[in-house]
């Protein structure tokens, strides 16, 4: 990925990287960049462009938590018709980036862009790659929409094109953990995000009291372990391992490294609970697939019933949003009981709750410290967090 075409210069080995995010998160995807060596950061909604060399992107494969995709850069211009895209897709030299033994698939992102069908976008950056690999080694690769080796990224704006190669792959947020999923569950790379959010460090007690699957729990113990969440991948599952200049000895080593610093416990002080018993059950089991079950007690509770596991600590969840009429009106009654029983047993406990559901703070009784906007896939929701204090909270 660090090829260099005639409209993407680069020194010292470096090349020009973009990693996607949930919306909300960008900030702390940079921090993860500068961590593995990026430089010259920009955020922008929904991810942060940098510059670095390799080594920055097998770490930041390795190492984030809270990105998506790190795509390497390889072109871009001015493009006002789908001729022009075609350019820019044949001007790459794609048998020098990647074998022709190796399958493809073509993703389009455009925002406010000329071009009436993404689909023929598509279509014109396929021809153009095969074109490329039919006139420089005589074959042509194959197409795989489901699971192909390498996947090709163009982003159109009003006026401009830019072509990537993915270097994650499946989508960072696949951390090969969880075999057991509930209904619209979080995604990994956000409920991470929300715990950085909330302040919460390893060490500090805390509760998700409605836990679903697990992916919080997941994720906390990930940060209070030090563990690397690209470690429990298969190295074949990395985009820029189908690539032509991957390093294994450079991978093998950052994976040993990474390995290296795991931490051990035989306790964790964080807790899950759930009042329904089958999300208790694919929870547990999704900590016994990554090894945590002895680590982490998840019991079978009701919030509302639920006793705190230690004197103070942070509380994080992701409640229901509801969606249908019947499903607000179980909000709408069960908000006060929510925030009757935070008062009475949470008092020195933060507590955050990510919700699409405006009413939530109104309801809850409760007037919330933080209220940080977070988009849980297209959903835009909102971080609320609550300081509960013994009494009243009125000055």
Known sequence: MLIRTPREGGEGGRAHFFATC??????????????????????????????????????????????????????????????????LAYGIAWPKLFDVSRSIRVHVTAVKAPFRSLEYLTLKVKDAVCDRFRADVGRRPDVNTAAPDVRIHLYVTANEATLYVDTSGEPLWLRGQKIAKVAAPLKENLAAGILRLSGWTPGTPLLDPMCGSGTLLLEAAGMALDDAPGLSRAMKDFGFTKLLDYQPALWKRLCTEAAARRQTAEKLPIWGADNDADAVARARQNLAHAGLDRLIEVKHADILDLTPPAPSGVLVSNPPYGERLGELDALAAFYPRLGDALKKRFAGWYCWFLSADARLPKLIGLRPDRKIPLFNGALECRLYGFRIVAGSARK
């Open 22 to 87: 949930p919306r909300g998160l960008e900030a702390l995807l940079a921090e993860d960049i500068i961590a593995a060596g990026g430089t010259e950061v920009a955020v922008t909604p929904g991810g942060a462009g940098f510059s670095g060399s390799q080594e920055t992107c097998y770490r930041l494969n390795l190492h984030s938590r809270i990105a998506t995709r790190v795509l390497c850069r390889l072109g871009n211009r001015e493009c006002q018709n789908e001729q022009d895209i075609y350019r």
